[in-house]
């Protein structure tokens, strides 16, 4: 695997266990980090993908905009989007005073990032 795909990749698990340790938390629970972490696991992941296929990473964050860059290699992909397109909702509007996240939009944010995680690091680890 070429070193930047691991690293992406490496990054993204990062994220994923850190999103899964504060869902977990009952004292001071996180679930605005929660959320935050949910995206952060699928973006990167999606970033990883775009470098195996050499693509240019463009430093943007939206989920769907990235899904689109990786539809030509991956058409399947396209099944995540409703789901990509709520992760990103969620890393943005629990970021500033105004919302936040509650335990039930935490779990859900986790369980779609687990189902996209399940789906792309299978892309990314399938060899080219």
């Not at 992406?8 to 001071?28: G, I, N, P, Y």
């Not at 775009?50 to 058409?75: A, F, G, M, V």
């Not at 629990?94 to 299978?122: N, V």
């Amino acid at each position: 695997m070429d070193k930047a795909v691991h690293e992406w990749l490496e990054k993204a698990e990062e994220d994923f266990h850190v999103a899964q340790s504060l869902l977990r938390l009952r004292k001071r629970p996180a679930h605005n980090a929660v959320c935050f972490h949910a995206q952060q696991t699928v973006e990167k992941l999606l970033k990883a993908l775009l470098e195996k296929h050499k693509i240019r990473i463009p430093k943007i964050h939206d989920l769907p905009s990235l899904l689109d860059l990786c539809t030509n290699h991956y058409p399947l992909i396209s099944t995540l989007r409703d789901d990509l397109v709520r992760l990103s909702v969620y890393a943005v509007e629990f970021r500033y005073p105004g919302e936040s996240a509650t335990a039930e939009d935490a779990k859900i944010a986790l369980k779609m990032a687990k189902q996209a995680r399940s789906e792309l690091r299978d892309w990314i680890l399938a060899p080219l």
